[in-house]
């Protein structure tokens, strides 16, 4: 993981040594297509997603030192840089992420002969979803922050509003304006709990 966040850097060191007086639409369009999936900050992230402190903080550290590139918010706190920017936190677009594979998987986006079958929960609760997944308990990281058990909780708390469409891309859409409003969009200490508003928003993602 280091040596992915090392080659962040120094890509954001081409970038700063290129690029003056960079807007914002500059920006997102360099950081979007040069930093985030090239270098290792998302990579495999259905497979591999830190779960300790340290390794989310050192992560996020890098967006929060790639936002310091656009001169008019650079006074800022981080979290309002990302917020004038619409620039959800990695930890949000890591639990989206998980959340998009989630629905893929369910829906058969994938080649049934090489993914895997999630196990659903039998249908007798009301609350949540009509796709709610099985809770099992694991006692080891290893198996607790792995894909199944990790996505468990979050996708059995997302509505049949969200769940319940038919394309990627009506997900993903559906999902951005539930989560609106939680904190952790741009506040990566924060946890996601509670429901969002259903207003339209659109995220830089």
């Known amino acids: ?17 290129n690029f003056i007086n960079m807007n914002s639409h ?15 900050l998302e990579y495999a992230n259905g497979v591999w ?19 310091k590139l656009v001169i008019s918010v650079k006074h800022l706190p981080y979290e309002e840089r990302l917020n004038r920017l619409n620039l959800p936190t990695l930890k949000y677009r890591r639990l989206r992420g998980d959340m998009i594979e989630v629905f893929k998987l369910l829906n058969n986006f994938y080649d049934k002969e090489v993914d895997f079958m999630l196990p ?21 990281d290893l198996r607790k922050y792995s ?9 059995n708390s997302l509505p049949d509003s969200v769940v319940n469409v038919v394309t990627v891309n009506m997900f993903k859409a559906h999902l951005d304006k539930f ?5 952790v969009v741009f506040d990566f200490k924060a946890e996601l709990t509670g429901t969002g508003n259903r207003s339209e928003f659109v995220f830089n993602v």
């Open 26 to 40: 500059s920006f997102i369009l360099l950081y979007k297509y040069t930093v985030r999936p090239h270098v290792g």
């Open 1 to 17: 993981m280091h040596e992915k966040i090392d080659k962040a850097y120094s890509v954001l060191g081409i970038i700063k040594g």
């Open 120 to 140: 659903l929960k039998p249908a007798f609760s009301t609350r949540g979803n009509s796709y709610k997944l099985q809770n099992y308990s694991f006692h080891y």
């Open 147 to 155: 894909f199944c058990p990790r996505v468990t909780k979050v996708w």
């Open 49 to 67: 997603c830190p779960f300790r402190k340290g390794d989310i903080e050192a992560l996020e550290k890098v967006q929060k030192r790639a936002t």
């Open 179 to 183: 989560w609106q409003h939680q904190q």
